[in-house]
Structure formats: structure tokens, C-alpha cells
């Protein structure tokens, strides 16, 4: 079996400010993990994926996570916020065979 | 639009109406999905199809009934459903079964 827990349900940073969202996984298998962004009224987008390459996974808009395998984690990162950057963010993961487990989201806000 | 389009955008029925969502993707990808999203719940996965064959039922009721006629187009046709039913449906495609998901915009649908 698999799950995903994302440790905080909201964040908030101030602009400029560096973003921090946790995610800690379960999985039998070797694991794919992925962060989606989703803005309100809109659908997932893909921000960057891990498929046993590189630990750390670089992703668009300057966001990036690093895959922790002792730790379990998958902690998504961005040096400095974006008024843009507010949204909802889902840790994924997936089964050997392509089924994907959602986190129950994180919602980022950004204040000036 | 290009990617994957959901159409209608929003919809409103009443318990006996009898509609249906229309999920296109534009990205030669071989499976599809249907998820549904609920406020304060984690994404649910619905149906899934690879090669316009029906892989996988997530228990869903018998009122939602998914139909893929080709690799390109998904439908879901709802009849006599319920005001719980009300949520934001996603649409999916991938390259196959194994790769990450692109996502629509999403259907917002409201039971009355």
C-alpha cells in the first residue's frame, strides 16, 4: 500500500520569503513522487517529478524538491515567493504500475 | 485550448436530469481518468482507461458511467444523481499508465 501525508494544511509566507511545503510518503515499492499546483477554479498542473534520478528535482517557476529516501520525505522548496506562487499544492505518489495517491493538499498564501 | 479540455465548464442539474461531461486530450497520450475532487477531500480517482479499455473502477455508483470511444476523447454521462455528487471533475491523460498526468481544467458540477 501506498499513502502520502503533507504535514501542513495551510502555509503563509510573506513575498520574497522562502517556501517550505512538507510531504512525507509511504510505499511498498520503488517509488515516483510528484508536486501538482493547483490555482482556484483551475486543474493540477505539474511542477516537477522524481523518478529515481537525480535526488534533487529541479521544476518550473523555481521550484524544486529533494527526494529523502531515509527520511521518507519529498519536501518542496522555492528560495523566494511569488504573489503567484498562492495556491493549492498536492504530493503525489505512484504505484510500479502508474496509479496515483494525492496528499490532501497544502494551501500556500502570500501576503505583500 | 491545447493539453487536455473539459467541457461543459460549469453544470448545474437537478436528481433527474441525465447530462454529460466531455474530456478531449490533444497530447497522443494512451490512457485517461476521471477524478473527482471534493472540498477538504483528496483527490478521488474514478475510472481509469488504457488503450479505450476500462482498467480500473474505483467503486464508483452505477449513476456515473464512463465511456472512452477512442484514445483521444473521454466522456462521463450522469444520470439521477445526488447533491453530494456536487464537486470539481478532472480529467487526465498520460503517455501510458506509468508516466505523470496532465490535467483539465475541470468540470464544476452542482446537484440540486
Known amino acids: 500500500a501506498q499513502s502520502v501525508t503533507q504535514l501542513d494544511s495551510h502555509v503563509s509566507v510573506s513575498e520574497g520569503t522562502p517556501v517550505l511545503l512538507r510531504c512525507n510518503y509511504s510505499?511498498?515499492?520503488?517509488?515516483?513522487l510528484f508536486w501538482y499546483v493547483q490555482h482556484p477554479n483551475k486543474g493540477l498542473q505539474l511542477l516537477l517529478k522524481y523518478t529515481s534520478a537525480a535526488t534533487l528535482v529541479k521544476g518550473i517557476n523555481g521550484f524544486e524538491a529533494e527526494f529523502k529516501k531515509s527520511e521518507t520525505s519529498f519536501h518542496l522548496t522555492k528560495p523566494s515567493a511569488h504573489m503567484s506562487d498562492a495556491a493549492e499544492y498536492f504530493c503525489v505518489v505512484s504505484t510500479s504500475y502508474g496509479k496515483l495517491t494525492f496528499g490532501q493538499g497544502t494551501i500556500l498564501t502570500v501576503h505583500p | 485550448e491545447t493539453g487536455v479540455t473539459q467541457t461543459p465548464r460549469h453544470l448545474v442539474m437537478g436528481m433527474t436530469n441525465k447530462k454529460s461531461l466531455k474530456c478531449e486530450q490533444h497530447l497522443g497520450h494512451n490512457a485517461m481518468y476521471w477524478y473527482k475532487q471534493s472540498a477538504k477531500k483528496p483527490l478521488e480517482l474514478m475510472f481509469v482507461?488504457?488503450?479505450?479499455?476500462?482498467?480500473e473502477n474505483n467503486s464508483v455508483p452505477s449513476r456515473f458511467s464512463p465511456e472512452c470511444p477512442n484514445s483521444s476523447h473521454l466522456f462521463l454521462h450522469l444520470h439521477t444523481l445526488q447533491p453530494e455528487d456536487s464537486a470539481l471533475y478532472l480529467c487526465?491523460?498520460?503517455?501510458?499508465?506509468?508516466?505523470?498526468?496532465?490535467f483539465g481544467p475541470g468540470t464544476r458540477l452542482t446537484v440540486l
Open positions: 487526465a491523460s498520460s503517455g501510458s499508465s506509468y508516466n505523470e498526468q496532465f
Open positions: 510505499s511498498s515499492y520503488s517509488p515516483s
Open positions: 482507461y488504457s488503450l479505450e479499455e476500462r482498467v
